[in-house]
């Protein structure tokens, strides 16, 4: 038996990239201040966001249901990447891993496509042994090619430059995982389909 754990739909995820398509970058980048504060509260009802932690990176919870995470190394700024979980699929026993593989498949390109219609035609993508699979477009993004063949990480990907014309845009990459164990036929498997925007070398901080 497969389990999807996000409850979350591929039209959830472009209305996840609709409202942050015109969020205020170079804002985010500078981060939060610390919990607690009537700035904080501030700070997340710019856009909705209801905090759900205080220590950590922080998460919050947007106006259409989905979660946020904001990286900043374990602080609260500032922040080098937005990230949220779209679809993840786990198996109950190893005999599923295979459904794991063929789901994964399905439901990639409709995840993709609901990306697209916000975002446009990616700047790359394709599959983990891709002969023009190319470098990272940000140091965090994927690893080198040895790790990538010997991995199968990131299964398949899309990645959109940022966009010109405003300041700190990000760049959206949207990464298929496949896990270890779903390659085996001892251990139950499982698969994750994930977006993550990287603050671009050249953003700026400084909050309004």
Same mark, same amino acid.
């Given at each position: 038996?497969?389990?999807?754990?996000?409850?979350?739909?591929?039209?959830?995820?472009?209305?996840?990239?609709?409202?942050?398509?015109?969020?205020? /970058?170079?804002?985010? %980048?500078?981060?939060?201040?610390?919990?607690?504060?009537?700035?904080?509260?501030?700070?997340?009802?710019?856009?909705? %966001?209801?905090?759900?932690?205080?220590?950590?990176?922080?998460?919050?919870?947007?106006?259409?249901?989905?979660?946020?995470?904001?990286?900043?190394?374990?602080? /609260?700024?500032?922040?080098?990447?937005?990230?949220?979980?779209?679809?993840?699929?786990?198996?109950? =026993?190893?005999?599923?891993?295979?459904?794991?593989?063929?789901? =994964?498949?399905?439901?990639?390109?409709?995840?993709?496509?609901?990306?697209?219609?916000?975002?446009?035609?990616?700047?790359?993508?394709?599959? /983990?042994?891709?002969?023009?699979?190319?470098?990272?477009?940000?140091?965090?993004?994927?690893?080198?090619?040895?790790?990538?063949?010997?991995?199968?990480?990131?299964?398949?990907?899309?990645? %959109?430059?940022?966009?010109?014309?405003?300041?700190?845009?990000?760049?959206?990459?949207?990464?298929?995982?496949?896990?270890?164990?779903? /390659?085996?036929?001892?251990?139950?498997?499982?698969?994750?389909?994930?977006?993550?925007?990287?603050?671009?070398?050249?953003?700026?901080?400084?909050?309004?």
């Amino acid at each position: 038996m497969l389990t999807e754990t996000t409850g979350r739909t591929p039209r959830d995820l472009a209305t996840e990239l609709a409202g942050l398509r015109d969020v205020d /970058w170079p804002w985010v %980048w500078t981060g939060p201040p610390q919990g607690g504060s009537p700035e904080f509260r501030e700070w997340c009802a710019r856009y909705g %966001w209801e905090p759900r932690n205080v220590e950590g990176n922080l998460d919050v919870r947007t106006r259409s249901g989905g979660e946020l995470t904001f990286g900043a190394g374990g602080f /609260w700024n500032p922040v080098d990447r937005v990230g949220h979980l779209a679809w993840h699929l786990d198996a109950d =026993a190893a005999g599923d891993n295979p459904q794991v593989v063929a789901t =994964a498949a399905e439901a990639w390109p409709v995840y993709l496509g609901a990306a697209e219609s916000v975002l446009g035609t990616p700047t790359w993508t394709g599959p /983990w042994d891709a002969s023009d699979f190319p470098d990272a477009p940000h140091e965090s993004a994927w690893g080198g090619r040895d790790f990538r063949l010997q991995t199968r990480s990131p299964y398949r990907v899309a990645y %959109w430059a940022p966009a010109g014309g405003r300041p700190g845009q990000p760049l959206v990459v949207l990464d298929q995982s496949v896990s270890f164990p779903t /390659w085996t036929e001892d251990t139950a498997g499982s698969s994750m389909i994930s977006l993550t925007a990287y603050k671009p070398q050249e953003a700026g901080d400084g909050r309004r």
